[in-house]
Structures are given as C-alpha cells and as structure tokens.
C-alpha cells in the first residue's frame, strides 16, 4: 500500500504484564490521509495514547498492521524515515526538553538526522520564527512557562518539516490561556501550512477547528463523524464519560423546545438568531 | 531557586568569560601536569598567585573566593600536618614520638600550594564557563575518541541533560518538601530517625518522577530519531581566538619552564 | 463571626539581598470568613501559590499580618503547627506520594498527628470515600502503578485525611479529565455544607462561578480585585484583561442583554439560560 497516508488495518495492541494480558486497542481500522486535521477524544485510559504512539513507531501492533506513506510501523528499518514523517508532541512539557537551550533543542532533531550546519540553522531559524520563538532562543528551558515549553517542543519537531504531527493531550497542563494559544497555532499549520494533525484530548471544546473526530472508548472507535456531528450526541458522550461541549448542551434544551438550531454551531450565530423576531 | 552557590556559573565579561572553554580545560590539565611534576615552592607559590590574579580578573569577589578555601581547611590542615610529621629527614621539632622535620616542612608547603592551586583552579573554570559551554568544549576535545568506535555523543548527551535539569530537580525536590511539611514532616526533628523518614518522603516521590522523566524523555528523544550524532550546532559555538592561543602558549611556557628548572638550577 | 483568615498588607519578598530577588506580595490584604469558599486567579508568576504557602505557616511576612484561626503567623511556634489546621494540596500533589501502601499514603498525615490506629483507619476510609474510592478496594494496592487521575484522588484524599479548618487547593483541576474535575466540585460543595473554609487557586472560573463566596485576583504581587462573584460579573474589564472566561450560558445571556433584550443577568445554570431565552421567543 503506497498511498500518502496513515493507515491502521485491524490494528491491536495488547499489554502483557504479570497481572495478565491489558487489551488497550482492538480492531482498529482508519485512516488520515494529508491535509486532515483528526480528532482523537476519549476519557483516560480509553486508548487514544496508545493509539497515537501507533502512528509514528513507538509502539508496534500486536495484531494487524499500520502503515505511514506506504511503510509497515513492523519493520524496524523504517522507523527512522517513519519518525521524520510522523512528528509527535507528548503531554508533559518539561519531560520533552533534553537539551540545556532552546536553539539546540530546536536543532537536536536535526542534529539527529545528520544534517549539514548551515540547513541546521536555516531551519532552527524558520522553526523559532514560525512558534514566534525567536527572542527566547538563547533561553534555558527550566526558566520558560508551561506553555512556552510546549511551544519549543512544537517548534523542535516542525524543524524536521514532518508530514503528519500527532500530538497526545499537548494542552493538558496548560492553563487555559496557553492552551487556546497551542491550538491556534495548530488551526494555522493546518489551514495555511497543509499540516496533517491527529490531536489527542478529554476536552470536547479542543475539537473545534477538527475535520473530523473520532471517540475512542475502552480500545474501539464508539463514534465517528464532523466535531458538530459527535457534539450533539450529549447521552452517548455522557455514557462513557466525556462531556458535551457547554455550547452544544445549551443549544440541545433550545432544540428540545423545538427552536430550529440545526444549522448553529457557535455563539455569534446562536445570539443572532435569538435576536431575529 | 537559591542563591550564587560556590562552583556554580555566575554571568559575565571578563576576559576569563570570553576564553573558549576548551582553552580553559587544557590549561587546567596543563596545570595539573605542571605542578605534578615540579616540586620548588617558589614555581607553586606562582602559580596559586596566578590563580588568585584570575579570580580578580574574572570579575568576581575575590575574598568570597579566597574566603571559600575555609571549606577545604581540614583537608589542608591534615595533608600539612602529616607530611610535616611522616617525611624522613633533618629533625627540627621533637614532639614525643613525632617528629617535624625540615623536609617534612617543605613537602608540607609544597602540597598545601598544590592543593590551593587545584581548589581555585577548579573554581576560576566552573564559574566563569556555562555549562554548556563546558559540555561543548568537553564533547570536542574528546571527539578524536569517537573514531575508537567509544559512544562519546552518548556521554556528553547524557552531561548535557544532567545540566539542563538540575535546576528542575531541585526546584521539584524544594516543591516536594514543602508538600510533606504541609501533611507534618518534620525536616529538623531532633531525633535523627525521624529526620531520616522525612528526607526518604522528599527522595522517593523524587526517583519516581525521575524514572517517569527518563521514560518519557526516551520517548520524546526516539521521536526525533535520536542516534547520538555531535552535536554541530554548539561546538560550532566554540570560537578559537587570538587570546586563546597567547594564553595557551604562556601555560605551555610555564610548564616548559617548570621542567627546565630542577635542570638548570 | 469573625474571619478565619485576615491577611492584612502583605508584603513578601524571595531571596532578598541576592540578584535573585523578588517582591512576590506586594500590600495584600483581604479576608475570609469561617465557611467561605474564595476562588484565586491570576496570570502565572502573580504570586498565588506564594499567597497559599503564607497562609499555612510555610513562609510568614516580610511586612504585614496573616492570621489564620486566630493565630498570627510572625510567631514561628505557630506556624510549625499550622499545617494541622490549614491544609494545603500543592499543583500536581501525585507528586508527593512515597508509600507502598495507598492505606499508608492517606494516613501519613494522620500518623503525624499522633492519632490513635481505629481514628486513622476511619479517616482514610473517610477521605477516600471524599475522593469518589472505595477503601476496602483500594487500601492495599500499591499507588505507583495506577494512573495520573486516581493518583491525583490519592494525594488528595492524603489531605483531607488531616480533616482541616481550612482546605487550600492550588490548581486541583489542572490535567484532570471532566469526571476528576467534577470530583473536586463535590468536595468543595460537601465542604461548603459542612461550613468548611476552603481556597482554590484555579484558572477556569467557568466551573466554580456558582460556587465561590468571594473572588481574589492577584497581578504581579498585588491584589487588583477583592469581592463577591457578583462584583466580578459586574467588572467585564477585569474579566477581559485577566481573559477569565464564563460559561457559555452567561456569554450569550450578556450578549443578549448588549442588544437590549430583556433577559435576567444572573442566571446560575444552562437551563436557567435556556429558560431565559425561550421566554423570548414564546
């Protein structure tokens, strides 16, 4: 299969330990072709994690396949070109850091690769100024925000130009003014970069730039469709834990009294409706 | 955070500041050749002079520096006393049995000068070298080993991470403590038992980050196809200059001098 | 009543006489009453979790007075002992956990109080019972092995164990899903019932707008806003600089009322709103 892409065919994951075998994915079967932006929901422990270090290698299929670009995550001769595809962003900023500033941070992926200094560089440069990173590159990482971390760990794995960045729960420990802040700059690499991105979160209200959302639920797929599409489905959400996003639960008490919400997914098109006579 | 801590970096200008780092470790060995090998009061008693003379140079306060060698006094004063006492020769104080002798006097200066000499040679690198900037000088000058097929990246990987989160240990460990002070450790208990149990409430929460930082970082740095290549980008950083070599040169000079003297005097 | 904690100007600086230093407080005072529950806010670095360590006994002024449950804190006997009394659950408190036992981690707060074994074990059945855990289940795993959300109800349920006046939480929520966030809501409403003191340092005012007494926003040392949610409701200002957000039900209800529809401004919950909204439109 060459075909540009991720790509899971029944793919499984089991965990074998002396308390017995764990079953954190079953039968997993998708697909994220470029250019998409996929949403990975579930509460903790539901498997998006393990599903997420399936894309890019860290962790190989028990059953089944997974494929990035036509390459079987199996075949350990892959898993270098595999890396440079799938870029990843883990959840806690601080374990991502190694090195002892910023600028090398950047360029410790690259560095990695072999690359000639003066690419290094350029592309160090490019990755600082895209994060808008460039006044702190001489920083030591311990003296930045939270949020700032994550940005140079976003900023460290563009560097090496991946075709898909797969991020699991990157906002977790962030505050919300940070958080809102990694998700836009998410938003842009997509719509003006072409990024394809698979975001992993609990939190419905981080999905709302997504083309699509995939709820993962004790190692399965339990829904699919647009964020819109999943959102109004409060009971089946509330079922396994999650929680509908505030805007959509108040939008289902409107539509339960019949108001002609269907089309209405944000708050500006709400208030003028309500305003129309 | 805590403040200036002895041996730790402090920023600044000096010329002592701006030398590669590389001249400076190469000098320290330098040093230490020099005063292994010559043993005249006169060539070491120049040399903790010379020391002294690059503390101020550095910029830094010189009697906080020199105040400092108190820490080390009973190393010193041990080291004095015994060869005072145990080196074979003209007797020139009788205690009982011991005895003081003139070349025990002498060895006694001669490795007291040593001693200082290491201290603050030690510390004009330490403090006036970022840790970076050591790792860097540490990575290239053991570069020629790689070629031995010997994992050197490996090691000054491993240098530069220990640098980038000591800080962070130890902010996580002031963190940890003021957690279990808040549930009732007592860290100045009288009795040592007790003492012992709290500090084991601030390391074991403190190895079990650690050994989920390690994980996590290993995840992180496979992400990025970690292969233990140089690190370009900061040795790059290590610029030889023109003062660098003077300096280079005036060391080798001193040492040529310290091994022409015992021949000519 | 008389207030449980007076904080009257505060001032408090790190590391004094150092490059390092810093003035963290500068001039705080407010108040609580017994029973209280006083949300904290503030961009990080405003000197919050500085705030909370001055009101168990961990730092005491440079200049000023704090006074919890009477005691002023300049005196060092009284502070030594005032984490029995204010207790205090730090950012990500899994951090601290260090028995093998999760029996032993929630009573090492209790052992150091020098309980009798029957009082321990009824407070940790208590307290993991507050955390949503059942101690017969729980009491003999070994905490290591479980994940970041439980550890979390552990490490918590290792302070309520201590059964405090005063409850201070610095950032409870941070990283938890919406279940575990529900589950520090329920222990601040039991607390509330149960006229229990209780501060959190939080950054989402969306989840304990209906809750807190009072509201403290600190800036860069300083307190800019001390005052009833309901004076902060009226502060969009303050809400837009400090980009404090509400719940979504009250952003449309104030959005509503800017185009000078006739809808109530303090509504307390989506269906309020809701209820709101459809009288409109009838």
């Known amino acids: 299969m060459l075909d540009a892409g991720i790509f899971m065919q029944n793919a499984g994951k089991i965990y074998r330990n002396q308390n017995g075998d764990k079953c954190a994915l079953r039968d997993i079967t998708l697909s994220i072709r470029p250019g998409e932006y996929v949403g990975l929901m579930g509460m903790n422990g539901s498997g998006k994690s393990t599903l997420a270090r399936l894309c890019n290698g860290l962790l190989v299929p028990t059953a089944g396949k997974v494929y990035v670009n036509g390459l079987d995550t199996r075949q350990a001769e892959n898993l270098q070109e595999i890396r440079q595809l799938v870029g990843m962003v883990f959840q806690n900023p601080d374990n991502q850091l190694i090195c002892p500033v910023v600028e090398e941070e950047i360029a410790f992926g690259l560095e990695n690769l072999g690359l000639p200094l003066p690419e290094i560089r350029e592309r160090t440069a490019w990755a600082l100024e895209i994060m808008g990173l460039t006044a702190l590159k001489q920083h030591a990482p311990h003296l930045l925000s939270g949020g700032q971390k994550q940005k140079v760990a976003l900023a460290s794995v563009l560097a090496m130009t991946p075709a898909y960045l797969v991020l699991d729960e990157p906002a977790a420990m962030l505050d919300p003014v940070s958080r809102r802040e990694l998700l836009q700059h998410l938003q842009i690499l997509n719509r003006r970069e072409g990024m394809t991105i698979v975001l992993c979160s609990n939190e419905a209200e981080d999905f709302m730039d997504a083309d699509r959302l995939l709820v993962i639920d004790q190692g399965s797929i339990y829904l699919q469709g647009t964020p819109p599409e999943i959102f109004v489905q409060g009971t089946e959400l509330a079922a396994i834990g999650l929680a509908q996003p505030e805007f959509y639960r108040l939008r289902q008490r409107l539509a339960d009294t019949g108001w002609p919400v269907a089309e209405i997914n944000n708050l500006t098109d709400l208030v003028d409706l309500i305003c129309q006579p | 955070m805590t403040g200036i801590k002895l041996g730790q970096y402090v920023h600044g200008n000096s010329l002592l500041h701006r030398l590669d780092p590389r001249t400076k470790i190469i000098c320290c060995a330098i040093i230490v050749v020099a005063i292994i090998i010559n043993y005249r009061w006169f060539y070491l008693l120049f040399f903790a002079l010379l020391m002294a003379a690059a503390i101020r140079a550095s910029g830094m306060d010189t009697r906080f520096v020199l105040g400092s060698l108190r820490s080390i006094r009973s190393l010193l004063l041990v080291t004095f006393v015994f060869l005072a006492v145990l080196t074979p020769g003209q007797p020139v104080w009788t205690l009982g049995i011991l005895q003081v002798t003139r070349e025990g006097l002498t060895m006694g200066v001669v490795n007291l000068l040593r001693l200082i000499i290491l201290y603050l040679g030690s510390m004009v690198l330490l403090m006036t070298t970022s840790p970076m900037k050591l790792s860097a000088g540490i990575d290239w000058l053991l570069l020629p080993l790689s070629r031995l097929k010997l994992p050197v990246h490996n090691f000054s990987t491993i240098l530069s991470i220990s640098f980038r989160f000591i800080p962070t240990l130890i902010d996580q460990a002031i963190a940890i403590q003021d957690a279990q002070r808040s549930r009732g450790a007592q860290f100045d208990a009288p009795r040592l038992g007790m003492r012992l149990k709290s500090y084991l409430a601030i390391l074991i929460p403190l190895f079990e980050a650690s050994l989920l930082r390690a994980e996590e970082l290993g995840e992180a740095m496979d992400s990025r196809c970690f292969s233990g290549h140089p690190n370009q980008l900061r040795m790059d950083r290590l610029q030889f200059q023109a003062v660098d070599l003077y300096i280079l040169i005036f060391m080798l000079g001193l040492l040529a001098a310290g091994i022409l003297i015992p021949i000519l005097l | ?282």
């Open chain 3, 1 to 282: 009543m008389s207030a449980i904690i007076e904080v009257k100007q505060l001032h408090y600086t790190y590391l004094p006489g150092t490059p390092y230093e810093r003035q963290a407080l500068k001039n705080i005072s407010l108040e609580a009453e017994e029973g209280d529950f006083v949300g904290i806010f503030g961009p990080n670095g405003s000197g919050k979790s500085t705030l909370a360590r001055q009101l168990n006994g961990l730092l005491s002024p440079d200049r000023g007075q704090v006074l919890v449950c009477g005691q002023d804190t300049a005196d060092k006997k009284a502070r030594s002992s005032l984490w029995k009394k204010a207790g205090l659950v730090f950012q990500f408190p899994e951090q601290q956990i260090f028995q093998t036992s999760i029996y032993n981690e929630v009573a090492y707060g209790p052992r150091n109080l020098g309980l009798s074994e029957d009082e321990i074990g009824e407070r940790v059945r208590q307290a993991l019972h507050m955390v949503g855990l059942a101690a017969e289940e729980m009491a003999g795993l070994t905490p290591f092995s479980l994940s970041g959300g439980m550890k979390r109800r552990i490490a918590i349920a290792g302070l309520l164990a201590l059964q405090p006046e005063i409850l201070i939480l610095d950032e409870p929520m941070a990283g938890l899903d919406p279940a575990g966030r529900g589950m520090i809501v329920d222990i601040i409403r039991q607390r509330r019932e149960k006229k229990a003191t209780t501060l959190m340092i939080s950054h989402d005012l969306k989840e304990i707008i209906n809750l807190a007494d009072k509201i403290a926003i600190l800036d860069e040392g300083a307190l800019v806003f001390f005052g009833s949610t309901g004076e902060l409701l009226g502060r969009p200002d303050i809400l837009q600089r400090y980009r404090l957000q509400l719940p979504v039900y009250l952003q449309v209800v104030y959005a509503l009322r800017e185009k000078q529809l006739p809808v109530k401004p303090n509504v307390g919950s989506i269906e309020e709103a809701a209820a709101e909204i459809i009288k409109l439109h009838p």
